[in-house]
């Protein structure tokens, strides 16, 4: 009787051995106004409309070693009445809902070029530095224009001082550029290396920007448009059609021949891309001619179940993903072929992880910011209803004995499809 009871017991075990815990919730956004005038300002003036602020990205730093953490998301400037688009969240509430502040401060809100205008996502570096992707466009689902050059903003988290500024050249760009995710690869200890990979995702470019030189290219392949089989979505009972090109970035793990892999994928393709960092690394090959090596970059054969938005990837090599159209989380051990017995689900939730469109690994944590977007982009986002969503879990807890699990042998991957985690609710 025990014996047959072990495969149950196992099975119980897993499905609780890692889940990702709703961290902070919202309906509608507010903010730290300084004044209650102030804010009745805003609104009287439309120029905070809390129903068009949808936030989609989520970044972490510090917590340790007697460091205060700082939560920071992002809120792209979709439509008119979003003041601030990157903010810290403060323990602050009114009217039931945890209040952001504007990052660095207010000041930065205020519309001009010298400030901040709009911003899908960010990073933090190992050094302690909060690289901002600053796409300089706005009203973009309502009448898209931009407003400022885009551009990249480096902070020092320690003093929230603003140590570099780097605004794309026009040269690099179309009219309708929307730069929207940001990677990060450094070699040297103290970051004086650092190179940002910068996705265009209407362009359908490669940005690179090379932070010690101070220089920027552009790199092009036919992997970075969107899949027109796949530009059609199905969330939650929701349908609508996005045919967005290159969307999301990971760089894996430094190789023993000092270089790494850049992994890659557009928002409408069930299709997980690669090329090597030191191809688009180098200026003179791509100087004259941003295709100049197509057969450089590769395509998987075998697919996911979904469309993917943000993807991240641990220290130990293993991808994780986002699966739209499934609610969930996706992995894959980049040190096994990418196969469908290879990929795995480690986190789903229908009501909690609908369209992650922030995710990002830092040491034994994952973050995911889950925006419902599906709702906004149908102009259909439900009031009274929780939106928006600071996810975490324990990588460790989350891929154990799944297939991304890389304490395991191949021979010893489970073969079973993981539990839905449904336990969290609205």
């Known amino acids: 009787m025990m014996l047959l009871l072990?495969?149950?017991?196992?099975?119980?075990h897993t499905s609780m051995a890692g889940r990702m815990e709703v961290l902070y919730s919202w309906s509608q956004?507010?903010?730290?106004?300084?004044?209650?005038?102030?804010?009745?300002?805003?609104?009287?003036?439309?120029h905070f409309i809390p129903k068009h602020n949808v936030i989609i990205d989520v970044d972490v730093w510090g917590g340790y070693q007697g460091i205060d953490r700082k939560i920071f998301v992002t809120m792209p400037k979709?439509?008119?009445?979003?003041?601030?688009?990157?903010?810290?969240?403060?323990?602050?509430?009114?009217?039931?809902?945890?209040?952001?502040?504007?990052?660095?401060?207010?000041?930065?809100?205020?519309?001009?070029?010298?400030?901040?205008t709009s911003v899908f996502r960010t990073r933090v570096d190992k050094c302690g530095r909060l690289w901002v992707l600053d796409s300089g466009m706005v009203d973009i689902f309502v009448d898209s224009r931009r407003q400022c050059p885009p551009q990249i903003l480096v902070f020092d988290l320690y003093t929230d001082n603003l140590v570099k500024r780097y605004r794309f050249p026009k040269s690099l760009l179309e009219d309708d550029s929307l730069l929207i995710t940001i990677a990060l690869d450094s070699r040297q200890e103290d970051c004086s290396d650092t190179v940002a990979y910068v996705t265009d995702v209407t362009s359908y470019k490669l940005l690179v920007y090379d932070s010690a030189t101070d220089k920027s290219w552009k790199v092009s392949s036919n992997l970075f448009y969107p899949y027109p089989l796949h530009g059609d979505f199905h969330i939650n009972g929701v349908d609508f059609d996005l045919m967005d090109g290159l969307f999301a970035l990971a760089v894996g793990p430094l190789r023993n021949n000092g270089d790494r892999t850049l992994y890659f994928h557009s928002l409408a393709s069930v299709h997980e891309s690669w090329v090597l960092t030191s191809v688009v690394r180098n200026h003179s090959?791509?100087?004259?001619?941003?295709?100049?090596?197509?057969?450089?970059?590769?395509?998987?054969?075998?697919?996911?179940?979904?469309?993917?938005?943000?993807?991240d990837m641990t220290d130990?090599?293993?991808l994780l993903y986002s699966l739209v159209e499934q609610n969930a989380i996706g992995c894959w051990n980049s040190h096994l072929p990418f196969r469908k017995q290879n990929l795995d689900i480690i986190a789903k939730d229908d009501y909690t992880l609908q369209f992650q469109s922030g995710l990002k690994v830092y040491g034994n944590h994952i973050w995911t910011l889950s925006s419902r977007l599906q709702n906004y982009i149908v102009d259909g986002v439900p009031e009274g209803e929780i939106n928006y969503r600071i996810n975490v879990g324990r990588v460790s807890d989350l891929l154990r004995h799944t297939r991304c699990d890389v304490?395991?042998?191949?021979?010893?991957?489970?073969?079973?499809?993981y539990p839905s985690q449904t336990s969290l609710r609205p």
Do not use: M
Request: aromatic share 12%.
């Open 29 to 46: 956004v507010d903010f730290t106004f300084p004044s209650s005038a102030l804010r009745e300002v805003y609104l009287a003036g439309g």
């Open 316 to 318: 130990s090599g293993v």
């Open 285 to 311: 090959a791509f100087q004259e001619d941003p295709g100049a090596s197509p057969r450089s970059f590769h395509v998987f054969q075998e697919t996911r179940d979904s469309q993917s938005a943000a993807q």
């Open 6 to 12: 072990l495969p149950l017991l196992w099975l119980v």
């Open 78 to 116: 979709f439509k008119p009445g979003e003041p601030v688009t990157l903010a810290t969240v403060t323990n602050k509430r009114r009217n039931h809902t945890t209040l952001l502040h504007p990052y660095p401060d207010w000041s930065w809100h205020q519309g001009d070029c010298d400030g901040i």
């Open 407 to 417: 304490r395991l042998r191949p021979t010893e991957l489970p073969t079973f499809v």
